[in-house]
């Protein structure tokens, strides 16, 4: 019973890492795949597959009139009809360019369609105009999305953001553990209350102070409010987890004469650190991908704006160009993945470490 029930959840664990990871790996090949390419055909299409291979090209009269039908060999198309691709006999015979009269002459043959290009990326984080060959051969301008600034502006509002709320909170955590002061139990109450408050409620009021002290549109301002934002769930998960330290090493460096913040720091700080990687992982991924809270602590100029907004502002401006969608959603994806396998040695001892107990 416990072989098949074993197998059972190693089957569906297998089939949510498949789920997480198929859209991934699509969105890490699209994003080195030309424009003409992810416009034609799926990202799928680097694996073996049959697909349709020129082995023939017929060069047309220069004064074939494209109105009219098109003899080709034994076989009479339209224009219509080449343009789109028509099938006769196992051979496919479409337009390679209609202007100079060339047909190509196609057949179903295994294939591979690996054919990468750094331009995307390029384009996505460099502000200067690029040549896009599109599906029927022509070549647009298209001018690069300047990502380079949001990228460094996100950087620059998620790693303090990140640092500041685990900090206090983790002192926080100490505090309300082994610590003794008056009002502790209601404050450690208005914590848990806090974790049910929506951010939305609090925001406008807290907007107005900001405009009013001048902190609306820094990178302090926002450092603040995520910091405001962030603190209730890290102080109770840390809670849990310090509250769990064997009581006799605290005492120990008390009767040695240890101070209240050399234990902290000498003591608390190091045993903590799954715990402190695992919410660490937690505050991180939600001020790298917030948008709400950053619109309106930071707005939308070009000086502090971040990848979120950016890329809010590409599907609205830019919704079919998917060579730039693809790269600029993988380059928000690639910090936050770096920092979880990072720390994923603690995250599962962190969790676990911090579960209260029964």
């Known amino acids: 019973m416990r072989k098949s029930s074993k197998l059972i959840v190693d089957i569906l664990l297998g089939i949510i890492c498949l789920m997480w990871f198929l859209p991934t790996f699509g969105l890490f090949v699209t994003s080195f795949r030309p424009a003409k390419d992810i416009l034609e055909t799926g990202w799928w299409n680097i694996l073996p597959h049959k697909d349709w291979e020129t082995t023939e090209q017929i060069q047309l009269p220069k004064d074939t009139n494209l109105r009219e039908p098109i003899t080709v060999g034994d076989q009479t198309f339209t224009t219509k009809e080449l343009t789109q691709g028509i099938t006769v006999d196992g051979k496919r015979y479409i337009w390679e360019n209609n202007m100079a009269r060339l047909i190509n002459v196609q057949e179903k043959r295994w294939t591979t369609n690996i054919n990468f290009t750094l331009d995307n990326y390029k384009a996505v984080f460099g502000g200067k105009e690029y040549n896009i060959k599109q599906p029927d051969g022509t070549t647009i301008k298209v001018k690069g999305s300047n990502m380079t600034r949001s990228f460094l502006n996100t950087l620059a509002s998620a790693v303090p953001s990140t640092i500041f709320p685990v900090l206090i909170a983790t002192l926080a955590a100490y505090g309300f553990a082994w610590m003794k002061f008056p009002g502790k139990k209601l404050m450690f109450l208005i914590i848990i209350l806090l974790l049910v408050v929506p951010v939305q409620v609090v925001m406008s009021p807290v907007l107005k102070g900001f405009t009013f002290l001048g902190l609306n549109g820094t990178f302090l301002g926002i450092w603040i409010a995520h910091t405001a934002f962030g603190l209730p769930l890290p102080t109770y998960y840390m809670y849990n987890y310090i509250s769990q330290l064997p009581r006799e090493i605290f005492e120990s460096a008390s009767i040695d004469g240890a101070k209240k913040s ?97």
């Open 262 to 358: 050399t234990i902290f720091m000498r003591m608390v700080l190091p045993m903590s650190v799954p715990a402190l990687a695992s919410i660490a992982i937690y505050q991180f991924l939600w001020v790298w991908n917030d948008y709400l809270v950053s619109l309106c602590f930071l707005g939308g100029r070009d000086e502090v704006k971040v990848l979120s907004m950016d890329i809010a502002n590409l599907v609205g401006t830019r919704g079919n160009d998917w060579y730039l969608l693809s790269s600029a959603a993988f380059i928000s994806m690639i910090v936050p993945l770096t920092v979880f396998f990072s720390l994923q040695k603690y995250f599962v001892r962190g969790l676990v470490g911090g579960a209260v107990k029964g």
